[in-house]
C-alpha cells in the first residue's frame, strides 16, 4: 500500500484546510484510515481515525470540533477537513494506514501545513 498525502499550505489562524491522501491497492475498505502529525522535534502524535467504512471516527480532543475525517473507498482516498486552525496545528500532518486483519501498517509521506498567528 502506498499512500500520497496532498492539500497542505500556508494558512492564517481561523483560516481552513483540507488534506487528502490517496492509497493504492484494491482493499482500500480493509484498512483503518489516520492521519498524524508532528512537529519539528517532537512525537508525531494522533490527530484522528476512520474505521474502514467510514461509520466510525475518533479525535484528539485539541482537534475535537474543528477536524472531521472521512473517506470515500471509490476513490481510495481519506480526507481531513480543518477549520478554525491555530498557530499551534502547524505540524507535518501524515497519513496512517492499518490493515483490519493483519494489523500491518504503512505511513505516507507528509505535508507541511502552516498556520500564522
Known amino acids: 500500500v502506498q499512500l500520497q498525502a496532498s492539500g497542505g499550505g500556508l494558512v492564517q489562524a481561523g483560516g481552513s484546510l483540507k488534506l487528502s491522501c490517496v492509497g493504492s491497492?484494491?482493499?482500500?475498505?480493509?484498512?483503518?484510515k489516520a492521519w498524524f502529525r508532528q512537529l519539528r522535534g517532537k512525537e508525531r502524535e494522533f490527530v484522528a481515525v476512520i474505521s474502514g467504512h467510514g461509520r466510525n471516527a475518533d479525535y484528539a480532543d485539541s482537534v475535537k470540533g474543528r477536524f472531521a475525517i472521512s473517506r470515500d473507498n471509490a476513490k481510495n482516498t481519506v480526507y481531513l477537513q480543518m477549520n478554525n486552525l491555530r498557530p499551534e496545528d502547524t505540524a507535518v500532518y501524515y497519513c496512517h494506514a492499518r490493515h483490519w486483519s493483519s494489523g500491518r501498517e504503512y505511513w505516507g509521506e507528509g505535508t507541511q501545513v502552516t498556520v500564522s498567528s
Open positions: 491497492g484494491r482493499t482500500f475498505s480493509m484498512y483503518t
